[in-house]
């Protein structure tokens, strides 16, 4: 196991992590491949703090390559709301050009 995903584990299960600590560790989990870990971990993330623009990009993009295409639709559309709220214009395009890029 990776040291950074050891310790992102650590801190998580710890109770005390941040949103981001919480987001590092599913891009981890992502970035080794284990998709189902990662999209726990940003489920879990949405829950505890919705308005965390960044997770809703990533877990939509890797539900897109998992050709998980309605799941990935409700996060770019629960992103969209957040990234309004939060006045995000930057994130509002990159949501937006991933929904464009669909199927339909």
């Known amino acids: 196991m990776n040291k950074r995903l050891e310790m992102l584990e650590k ?4 109770g005390t992590a941040d949103a981001f600590a919480e987001y590092a560790l599913g891009m ?3 970035k080794v491949g284990r998709h189902a ?3 726990s971990r940003f489920n879990a993330l ?3 703090d919705p308005s965390y623009v960044p997770v809703h990009l990533m877990a939509a993009q890797l539900l897109v390559e998992l050709g998980r295409y309605e799941e990935a639709r409700a996060w770019l559309e629960h992103g969209l709301s957040a990234a ?3 006045g995000d214009s930057k994130a509002l395009g990159e949501l ?3 929904l464009a890029e669909l199927p339909a």
């Open 84 to 86: 309004t709220t939060k």
């Open 46 to 48: 949405r829950e505890r």
């Open 11 to 14: 801190l998580v299960n710890l």
């Open 37 to 39: 870990d990662a999209i």
């Open 96 to 98: 937006r050009e991933l």
């Open 28 to 30: 981890e989990y992502k």
